[in-house]
């Protein structure tokens, strides 16, 4: 068995205390998230980046939330705030 992290522990323990909601509108994120998705594999630049190791904790927790990979979501933010739909 593999140990889990704090990060996976957090997560397990608030699943399990009934702390997550279902998306409002479900249809409409998924059709939002894998048209993210579907622009984010039309890969032309490979960028690097740090960042703290709490925020990538945060991202990566944020996008098991999405159920997509972090880098998938980091794309998907980036491309939302450049053609200005981050807050939309």
């Known amino acids: 068995m593999n140990k889990q992290n704090d990060n996976e ?5 608030s699943y399990e205390n009934n702390e997550w909601k279902s998306a409002a509108d479900f249809k409409k994120l998924k059709e939002e998230v894998e048209s993210y998705a579907l622009h984010t ?17 945060r991202l990566k927790a944020k996008s098991l939330e ?3 990979p972090y880098q998938t979501l980091v794309s998907s933010l980036i491309h939302r705030n450049v053609s200005g739909k981050l807050n939309s």
């Not at 522990?9 to 323990?13: A, N, S, V, Y």
């Not at 890969?43 to 190791?53: H, T, W």
């Open 9 to 13: 522990e957090d997560i397990l323990k």
């Open 41 to 57: 594999f039309r890969k032309n630049k490979r960028i690097n980046i740090r960042i703290s190791e709490s925020d990538l904790n």
């Open 66 to 68: 999405e159920g997509l």
